[in-house]
C-alpha cells in the first residue's frame, strides 16, 4: 500500500483495500455459510451488520460497470427481453450482468435476501421484485411514505416505519434462524454514526476557499460510507482522509483547481462515466462543482440511544422523500454554507425519483438565489442519450453567462 | 333495454364536465378531485362532498410539460394539464394519492401550481404483505377523516360513514351485475359502453347513478333475451386504464369480447364490497387489502401474474390484452417476467402501447385485429 510523506497510507490506496477486502469477503460469503442480502443504499444496513449479514448494493456494482464503460452492452442485453432503454440505467446494467455475467470486479454473489427501501426511489423496489423472482428468495419492500409537513402525518410515518424495522427483524431471525442481538446494534450505529459525521465533515471541506475538493472527490470516496457504515473500518477511513485533505490541501490554501471562480452547485446524481471529463472541462474554465444533495445523502445523524427510531427517522427524511419546497430549503442551505454561485441542474432520464421535481426546484432555487440554473438532460450511465458537443456547448454558454452577470 | 338511460349514463361518460358542473350549480356542492387510485370515496362523500376519479384528458398537452419532463407518463402528464388548463375552476379541492415516484413528484407539483382550496395527499402503503401496512392505512385515513373534517367544519359520524359505505357497496354491486350481463348478453352492451359505464360512475354522484344503473338493469333483465346469448373471443384485460378509448372501440369491432379485466377502472374500481359489519373506518381500510393486485404496490409472489391466470381461467377468457401506458416505469417493470410467464402458460398475451394522447390508431388497429385473427385460429 502507498504511504504519504508521514509514513500513514494514502487515503485512496486503503479505499482500494477496503473495496477489495469487502468484495473478497462477499463472493466467498456463501462458500463461508454466510447470509447475503441486497440492499438499497439509501436503507438500515446497520441491522444486516448487526445480525452477521453481507450487505451487497447492486447500485455500487453497476456505477462500476458504468465508470468501466459497459453500457449500452449490458442494456442491449435486457432490452433483447423486453426491459426498455428508458428505465434506471443502475437497473438495466445489473440486470444486463445477470444476463452475461460480465463485471469489473469479477461480479456479485447472488443473494438470499432483499430489502429494497422506497425513500430513494420507487425504481428500486421493482427492480429488486425481478431479482427476487429470478433468484427465488424474498424481497422486503421498507416502505418510507413521503415525509410531508404534517406532524399528524410524520409521528404517523415513523411509527409505520419503526413496525417495519421491527418486521424486519423478525424476518431476518427467520431466515438464519438466530435471535437478534440489539447491543450489537447499538456498537454497529455507532460506528454509522461516526463515520456519518466524519463523512460530512469530509464534504464540508468544500466550504473552504479554494476549495481543497469537489464534488467529484466526495463521488469518489462516498462508496465507503455506501458500504462500509456500520463498521470501525468507515469511521478510520474517513478519519484518515479528512487528516490527508487538512494537511495536504487545507492547510497550504492549495484548491482543487489552480484558479476558482466558479463555485457551482450539481443537481442529481452525476453522469458516470463523463465525471473525470467533466471536471477537467469545467477546470479549464476555473469552475468547480463542488456539492449535491445526492452527496450528502448519506450524512445522517443518528442518536445511538434510541435505535430504531433514529433510523425510521435517518432513512425517510432523505432529501428525496421529503416535500419539494423542503428539499430546495436543504440545497439553499448548501448554497450559503458553500458559497455556491452557479447552479447546474442535470435531467436524468434514469432517475425519475430525483429528476421529477427538478423544474420546481430550479424555480424555488432561482428565485432565492438570482443565480440562473443551466438545465440540461441526459442520462447517468448509458452514453446514448448523451451529447458530448451539447453537453459542452451549453456548459460554456452557462459560464459565459454568469462571466456577464460579474459571477465569481 | 332502455336506451334512453343508456345515453345518459354515456354522454356522461363522454363529458362529464357540463353536467357535474350544472350538479354543483343546483346543489351548492363541492368537488374533491382525486387521481388514481385507491382513495376511500366513500369517506369524502361522507364528509358531504362529491368525490370525483381525475381521468386525464386526451386534449394537447400544453402547460404540464414546463414542470414535469416527457418521461413521465401520459397520465401524470394528462391528469396535471386537465388541472392547469382544461378544467382549472372545476374542483374545490384535491386528494392526491401517492404509489410510486412519479405520483409522489405530482403531488408537490400540483400543490404548488394549481389553485385549490383543499390539498392532502393520501400516502397509500406501497407494501401490503404485512401487518404494518394496514395500521399504517388506518392511521392514514383517520388523518384524511380529520382533515376534510376541518374543511366542512363538521364532523363525520359513523351513522353517516355507514350510509356511504351502503352507497358505494350498492354500486358497485349494480356494476358487477352489469358486468354479467355484458359478458352474457354482448350483443346488447360492448365493451366501450360498458367501460364507459364505469367511468360515469367514477364522476357523477353515487344516488343518481345508482338510480340510473337500477333503471338500466331492470329494462335489460325485462327484455327477451332467450336464446340470445353470444359466443365470441373472450379477452381478459390488464392494466391500469384504457386510453385513448378508442382502443375500446377497435375491440367491439374486431369482435373481441372482454370478460374480465384487473384495471384501475374496472374491476378493481367495482370489487370488492366493504364489509358492513365493525367500525366503518376499518371496514374501508380492510376493503383495500381485499382488492386485487395494483401494479406499483408490493404484495408477495407474483400477485399481477397469479391474478390473471386465475381470471383467464374463471372466464374461459382465450388470450390476454395487456395496456401498457408508455412510460409507466411499474408496468415496464413487470412485463418482460409477464410475458414469459404467459408464454409458459401457453396463454396468448398482446401488448398495447398507447399514451393520452396518441391519436393514429389505424397501426394497432391491425394489429389487434390479427391478434383477434390469431385467437379464432385456436
Known amino acids: 500500500m502507498g504511504k504519504g510523506a508521514t509514513g500513514k497510507p494514502k487515503a485512496k490506496e486503503v479505499m482500494k483495500q477496503l473495496t477489495k477486502d469487502y468484495y473478497g469477503k462477499a463472493l466467498k460469503a456463501h462458500d463461508e455459510n454466510k447470509w447475503v442480502a441486497y440492499t438499497t443504499a439509501v436503507s438500515p ?66 443473494p438470499d435476501f ?21 433468484y427465488g428468495v424474498p424481497v422486503f419492500v421498507f416502505d418510507t411514505p413521503q415525509y410531508i409537513r404534517k406532524d399528524e402525518a410524520r409521528r404517523n410515518i415513523l411509527t409505520y416505519v419503526q413496525r417495519q424495522l421491527a418486521e424486519m427483524i ?31 465533515e469530509f464534504l464540508d471541506l468544500a466550504s473552504i476557499k ?28 474517513y478519519r484518515l482522509l479528512i487528516e490527508e485533505i487538512t494537511e495536504e490541501k487545507v492547510s497550504k490554501g492549495i484548491g482543487v483547481i489552480p484558479r476558482e471562480r466558479f463555485r457551482l452547485y450539481w443537481e442529481n446524481l452525476p453522469i458516470w462515466f463523463k465525471f473525470r471529463d467533466h471536471f477537467d472541462f469545467l477546470a479549464a474554465h476555473d469552475a468547480v462543482i463542488l456539492t449535491s444533495l445526492y452527496t450528502h445523502a448519506w450524512s445522517y445523524d443518528f442518536d445511538v440511544s434510541n435505535p430504531l427510531r433514529t433510523l425510521a427517522e435517518n432513512y425517510t427524511s432523505v432529501f428525496s422523500n421529503v416535500e419539494l419546497e423542503e428539499r430546495a430549503e436543504r440545497a439553499l442551505v448548501l448554497f450559503r454554507q458553500y458559497s455556491l454561485n452557479g447552479n447546474i441542474m442535470f435531467l436524468n432520464r434514469s432517475c425519475k425519483a430525483v429528476t421529477f421535481g427538478v423544474f420546481e426546484l430550479r424555480d424555488m432555487i432561482t428565485e432565492e438565489t438570482g443565480i440562473p440554473a443551466l438545465v440540461f438532460e441526459s442520462d447517468m450511465g448509458d452514453p446514448r442519450f448523451y451529447s458530448e458537443a451539447q453537453v459542452r456547448t451549453r456548459l460554456e454558454a452557462y459560464l459565459e453567462t454568469l462571466d456577464r452577470m460579474g459571477v465569481g | 333495454m332502455n336506451h334512453q338511460i343508456l345515453e345518459e349514463l354515456l354522454s356522461i361518460a363522454r363529458d362529464p364536465y357540463p353536467k357535474v358542473r350544472d350538479w354543483k350549480r343546483r346543489t351548492k356542492g363541492r368537488i374533491i378531485g382525486s387521481t388514481l387510485a385507491d382513495v376511500p370515496e366513500e369517506l ?14 386526451n386534449k394537447p398537452i400544453l402547460k404540464a410539460s414546463t414542470h414535469l419532463p416527457d418521461n413521465a407518463c401520459s397520465q401524470a402528464r394528462s391528469d396535471l394539464e386537465l388541472v392547469l388548463t382544461y378544467q382549472r375552476d372545476f374542483f374545490d379541492g384535491y386528494v392526491l394519492p401517492q404509489v410510486d415516484d412519479t405520483t409522489q413528484h405530482l403531488s408537490d407539483i400540483w400543490r404548488r401550481n394549481v389553485p385549490w382550496d383543499f390539498f392532502e395527499s393520501f400516502l397509500l402503503p406501497r407494501q401490503v404483505d404485512r401487518p404494518s401496512a394496514r395500521q399504517w392505512l388506518l392511521d392514514e385515513t383517520l388523518r384524511l377523516k380529520g382533515s376534510l373534517e376541518s374543511l366542512t367544519e363538521r364532523e363525520i359520524s359513523e351513522e353517516g360513514l355507514w350510509e356511504s359505505i351502503g352507497l358505494y357497496n350498492q354500486n358497485r354491486r349494480h356494476l358487477r351485475r352489469l358486468y354479467e350481463m355484458k359478458r352474457r348478453y354482448s350483443h346488447l352492451l360492448g365493451n366501450r359502453a360498458f367501460f364507459d359505464i364505469i367511468k360515469s360512475s367514477m364522476w357523477w354522484p353515487k344516488e343518481e347513478h345508482n338510480r340510473l344503473l337500477e333503471g338500466f338493469i331492470s329494462s335489460i333483465e325485462e327484455a327477451d333475451l332467450m336464446g340470445k346469448r353470444e359466443e365470441g373471443i373472450r379477452v381478459v384485460l390488464s392494466g391500469i386504464v384504457w386510453e385513448p378509448p378508442e382502443i375500446m372501440d377497435i375491440l367491439d369491432e374486431v369482435g373481441l369480447k372482454v370478460v374480465g379485466d384487473d384495471l384501475c377502472v374496472g374491476w378493481r374500481y367495482i370489487d370488492p364490497d366493504s364489509e358492513p359489519n365493525g367500525d366503518p373506518l376499518r371496514a374501508i381500510v380492510d376493503r383495500h387489502f381485499r382488492k386485487g393486485p395494483f401494479t406499483p404496490i408490493y404484495d408477495k409472489g407474483n400477485r399481477v401474474f397469479e391474478n390473471l391466470l386465475d381470471l383467464v381461467t374463471q372466464k374461459g377468457a382465450h388470450g390476454v390484452i395487456y395496456l401498457h401506458i408508455k412510460f409507466n416505469e411499474s408496468q415496464d417493470y413487470d412485463l418482460p417476467d409477464l410475458m414469459e410467464d404467459m408464454e409458459r402458460e401457453r396463454i396468448p398475451l398482446f401488448v398495447v402501447e398507447t399514451e393520452y394522447q396518441t391519436t393514429h390508431l389505424a397501426g394497432l388497429r391491425t394489429r389487434i385485429q390479427a391478434f383477434a385473427e390469431s385467437l379464432m385460429e385456436k
Open chain 1, 45 to 110: 444496513v446497520e441491522l444486516f451488520h448487526a445480525h452477521d449479514i453481507i450487505p451487497i448494493y447492486p447500485e455500487n456494482h453497476s456505477v462500476m460497470c458504468l465508470t468501466g464503460r459497459m453500457m449500452p452492452r449490458l442494456s442491449l442485453e435486457i432490452e433483447k427481453r423486453g426491459y426498455t432503454s428508458h428505465l434506471c440505467a443502475y437497473a438495466r446494467s445489473d440486470l444486463g450482468y445477470r444476463e452475461v455475467g460480465e463485471s469489473p470486479i469479477g461480479g456479485i454473489p447472488d
Open chain 1, 114 to 134: 432483499l430489502l429494497a427501501c422506497n425513500a430513494q426511489c420507487f425504481t428500486l423496489t421493482k427492480w429488486f421484485q425481478v431479482l427476487s423472482r429470478r
Open chain 1, 170 to 200: 423478525e424476518a431476518m431471525e427467520e431466515l438464519t434462524g438466530r435471535k437478534f442481538d440489539y447491543d450489537r446494534l447499538r456498537e454497529v450505529l455507532g460506528y454509522s454514526a461516526e463515520a456519518s459525521r466524519l463523512y460530512k
Open chain 1, 210 to 237: 479554494p476549495s481543497p475538493i469537489s464534488i467529484f472527490d466526495a463521488l469518489i470516496h462516498m462508496a465507503i460510507t455506501v458500504y462500509l457504515r456500520g463498521t470501525k473500518e468507515a469511521v478510520d477511513y
Open chain 2, 44 to 57: 369524502i362523500h361522507a364528509a358531504g362532498l362529491l368525490p370525483f376519479t381525475i381521468l386525464g384528458t
